[in-house]
């Protein structure tokens, strides 16, 4: 129990330091230039994304730490969001629905750039961490899944990280690198958390992503076949809903 809550303290702590180091280091030296990361949230105000960047260079560490495996898929899905951030940041369609009628139309949006990249790293990542075929397919579903969910809910200031918290926290009770993995997400979400709630800055497509699928490798590594089915048909159906879900989280308080 002891060694247990040492290896995941050491993972929160390591996520934590990173995120806050790279936030830091982002705002003083605004790679490409300050505009570059400046984008108006639900208020309109002007707030900046480094956050998104810092909270995923930490979770895609602190995941790679315990698993290789692991590290690609966070470390893909923020790239993947961190294209949309910047490509599509002037396009209105949101969720799966709009993305796949335009693709179907011929137009390549890069919100299907995102989900087909998400989904394919997901699949790659399953693959590498489960023997069976079944389970690579679940596991592929769960860390996809799990890395929409995170976006979805991410519609106001402190709303994803407040999730990665919560939804993380059961499995720091697990043994074994699902445990690890959890904290390392909850490492990288609480750094940047007080930013993003004082809207400074915000997680945009690339935290919310990277975190969202640390969450889902955390659930992988930690849960049974059946579990991960279950969670597949969760996560399965909250995409199916995205409005219903994204409108949930805007109407907390």
């Known amino acids: 129990m002891i060694d247990r809550a040492r290896r995941n303290g050491s993972s ?13 280091a982002l705002r003083a030296t605004a790679p490409g230039g300050r505009e570059r990361w400046e984008r108006k949230n639900h208020a309109g105000r002007t707030v900046d994304l480094y956050a998104g960047a810092a909270s995923a260079l930490a979770a895609t560490v602190g995941t790679a730490r ?13 790239a993947c969001g961190a294209y949309d951030d910047a490509v ?3 396009d209105p369609r949101r969720g799966f629905r709009a993305h796949l009628s335009a693709l ?13 990249g998400i989904s394919a790293a997901g699949l ?4 590498m961490l489960k023997e069976r075929p079944v389970d690579k ?12 969910f995170v976006n979805l809910v991410d519609v106001r200031p402190g709303r994803a990280g407040a999730a990665v918290l919560a939804l ?9 690198p699902g445990a690890e993995t959890a904290a390392a997400a909850m490492g990288a979400a609480a750094a940047v958390l007080p930013d993003d709630i004082a809207e400074r800055t915000m997680l945009g497509d690339t935290g919310a992503h990277a975190l969202g699928a640390a969450l ?15 969670h597949a048909v969760a996560l399965v159906a909250a995409a199916a809903y995205g409005e219903r879900v994204s409108e949930a989280a805007r109407s907390l308080v």
């Open 66 to 78: 315990v698993r290789p495996a692991a590290g690609f898929a966070v470390l893909a899905a923020g």
């Open 104 to 116: 179907r139309d011929g137009e390549v949006t890069s919100g299907a750039v995102k989900l087909l």
């Open 216 to 230: 889902g490798v955390a659930v992988v590594a930690g849960n049974s076949r059946a579990a991960l089915a279950a």
């Open 124 to 127: 790659a990542a399953g693959a």
């Open 137 to 148: 397919v679940l596991a592929g579903v769960v860390i996809a899944g799990a890395a929409h």
């Open 88 to 90: 599509g940041a002037g």
């Open 12 to 24: 929160f702590a390591l996520a934590t330091v990173l995120a806050r180091t790279g936030l830091s």
């Open 168 to 176: 993380g926290a059961p499995g720091l009770l697990r043994k074994g």
